[in-house]
Nanobody, 124 residues
Framework: QVQLVESGGGLVQAGGSLRLSCAASGRTFRSYVLGWFRQAPGKEREFVAAISRSVGINSYADSVKGRFTISRDNAKNTVYLQMNSLKLEDTAVYYC?????????????????WGQGTQVTVSS
């Protein structure tokens, strides 16, 4: 069992930056692939980024590639999402998720555990 708690969301102007954090409970944190997803009002939840169990392998949605960076600190049981050059269309609730599999999955249904989400609002 893994419990995930996101933080770091808020209101930011377009072009600005935010850093999301997701703290996980449990001693098996390093055994999970971790992902970030987002869901805007009226839209389906979509993949943003994922990171492998060990440092070094990441995957990003095309819409955020070059602007967002996912990272993890296994010693702190925390995964991060650094978001730069934010755009209006990045406005959404952002969720972190943990997957006990090996692949960097982009489908939400592949993930076993989810946080409660944190709101990110980008204004003009």
């Amino acid at each position: 069992q893994v419990q995930l708690v996101e933080s770091g969301g808020g209101l930011v102007q377009a072009g600005g930056s935010l850093r999301l954090s997701c703290a996980a409970s449990g001693r098996t944190f390093r055994s999970y692939v971790l992902g970030w997803f987002r869901q805007a009002p009226g839209k389906e939840r979509e993949f943003v980024a994922a990171i492998s169990r060990s440092v070094g392998i990441n995957s990003y949605a095309d819409s955020v590639k070059g602007r967002f960076t996912i990272s993890r600190d296994n010693a702190k049981n925390t995964v991060y999402l650094q978001m730069n050059s934010l755009k209006l269309e990045d406005t959404a609730v952002y969720y972190c998720a943990a997957d006990s599999g090996l692949r960097l999955e982009v489908r939400p249904r592949e993930y076993d555990y989810w946080g409660q989400g944190t709101q990110v609002t980008v204004s003009s």
